[in-house]
């Protein structure tokens, strides 16, 4: 498992602080940079959902090797023919990554179950540290040959391949269908949603196509929901967000994913960026993003592992209401103080320390919610969340750049990073108020009068 989440972070963090020097040679301005990445938050969204519930139906294991294999495949693909268009299709394949974690956890809920919390906080830890290692080994490499860094994962991707043969199943019970409508809908309202909040800005807010899009997409997306909540075998329970536990886990999961995930494309941007050029940034080569990153998820790690030492000192809501505090903190911290690299740096220590906090606390909260069976749907649902709020957090940060956009250049204005280090703090105080109304088991039946959710009810 360890093996197959350190390919995860891997593919995460290589390409990130690759993108200011691949999309010079390659010709891509800072917008179509992070479009790149607004389009790999949009795939994980609509493969979360997908890969989760086939992996319920049809094995853990084997919906793990197929989400393998795509990733392997993208990640080549990037490799051996870099362009623009090979670069959107790998991101889009290396999307797949994003079932890593609900088919893991699946697999862990039930050939370990007593080790589920200590299990999870570890693969957390991993992974971010696997992000930060994948950046700066990418960044050593390109500062050799500008595209080598772009073969960083292809090694990974062999090892991760080979674990996933080995892997055993697990054996939790199967049944139901898989609802291809329900799926047609939600990849059709969430491809409608991004695209309206990341071109909204360049075609005009009000103007008839943006509106639009946007009515079609909330459409698309209510017909889903009342879809699934008809539907004997949902693609996503989302009669599931009826239990307050999770819903107050899932919305606060799509707040914080919203800066600390939403941001990371335009964070290489700004550390990348020539202050003789802009007025701002570090002008830090790929090597040198890199080298902050895993600064940044080394924190992290420190923070995930210490989660479920803190969660029984402290209780799970003062976690996290911490993790959202602690990210709000950060980014009004980069907001005013962004002068220096140091001051930049020490903002950033604080986000990477919050994101291991949140996504240790998150997804073990939504594992302990279901039954077994249901673990990877409910984990699933979490993931869901976290990809939607990173995707609309890039588009939102995207459509901020394009509306600062320094005219007769690809350089973006200082306040289009003010806006978003703004949008980012103000998700980040919603999700801490979420926190506070989150309540334990034993709070839950004290105040809703009903015993902790069994498969088929409602907390």
């Known amino acids: 498992m360890a093996v197959i989440v350190l390919f995860s972070g891997i593919v995460q963090g290589y390409l990130t602080p690759l993108l200011p020097e691949v999309g010079l040679r390659l010709h891509i301005g800072a917008v179509g940079q992070n479009n790149i990445y607004l389009l ?51 991101v889009t394949l290396q999307g797949a990554l994003v079932g890593f974690f609900p088919l893991l956890v699946g697999i862990l ?83 409608a949603l991004v695209l309206v909040l990341a071109q909204g800005s360049t075609w005009g807010w009000g103007a008839p196509r943006t509106i639009a899009l946007a009515v079609a997409a909330l459409a698309v997306l209510a017909a889903w929901v009342a879809v699934e909540r008809r539907s004997a075998h949902p693609l996503v329970s989302v009669r599931m967000l009826s239990n307050p536990r999770l819903a107050v ?21 700004f550390l990348g960026a020539s202050r003789s050029a802009t007025g701002y940034g570090m002008g830090l080569g790929p090597q040198a993003i890199a080298t902050i990153s895993l600064a940044m998820v080394t924190a992290g790690f420190a923070g995930s592992t210490l989660t479920p030492r803190l969660a029984r000192r402290l209780g799970d809501r003062a976690v996290l209401a911490s993790g959202c505090g602690l990210i709000a903190l950060g980014f009004l911290g980069m907001a005013l103080f962004h002068e220096t690299l140091a001051q930049y740096v020490a903002c950033a220590l604080v986000v990477g320390l919050a994101t291991g906090l949140f996504g240790s606390i998150t997804r073990t909260l939504s594992a302990e919610v279901v039954e077994e069976r249901e673990t990877a749907l409910a984990v ?55 926190a506070l109304r989150y309540r334990s088991p034993h709070e839950a039946h004290a105040t809703y009068g009903q015993q902790p959710a069994r498969s088929g009810e409602l907390a």
């Open 109 to 191: 809920r039930s050939r370990a179950p007593e080790r589920n919390r200590i299990g999870i906080s570890l693969l957390v830890g991993v992974l971010l540290i696997a992000i930060g290692v994948g950046g700066l080994v990418a960044g050593a490499l390109s500062e050799h040959h500008a595209k080598a860094g772009l073969w960083t994962a292809v090694p990974v991707a062999v090892l991760a391949v080979v674990a996933g043969l080995v892997l055993p199943d697990s054996d939790a019970p199967r049944g139901g269908r898989f609802h291809y409508g329900a799926a047609a809908l939600l990849t059709v309202g969430l491809v």
């Open 40 to 90: 790999s938050q949009l795939a994980f969204a609509v493969m979360t959902p997908l890969l989760s519930r086939l992996g319920d139906l049809y094995g853990h294991r084997k919906l793990l090797r197929v989400a393998l294999a795509m990733v392997a495949g993208g990640s080549l693909l990037i490799a051996v023919r870099p362009s623009a268009v090979t670069l959107a299709v790998g």
């Open 380 to 434: 699933g649902l979490n993931e869901l969340a976290l990809s939607l709020g990173a995707a609309i957090g890039a588009a939102v940060i995207g459509a901020f750049f394009a509306a600062h956009a320094v005219r007769g250049t690809t350089h973006i204005a200082e306040s289009g990073y003010l806006w978003g280090w703004g949008a980012c703090a103000c998700a980040a105080l919603v999700g801490m108020a979420l």
């Open 249 to 269: 886990v899932s919305g606060y999961t799509f707040c914080a994913a919203f800066g600390t995930i939403g941001f990371l494309g335009a964070n290489a941007l």
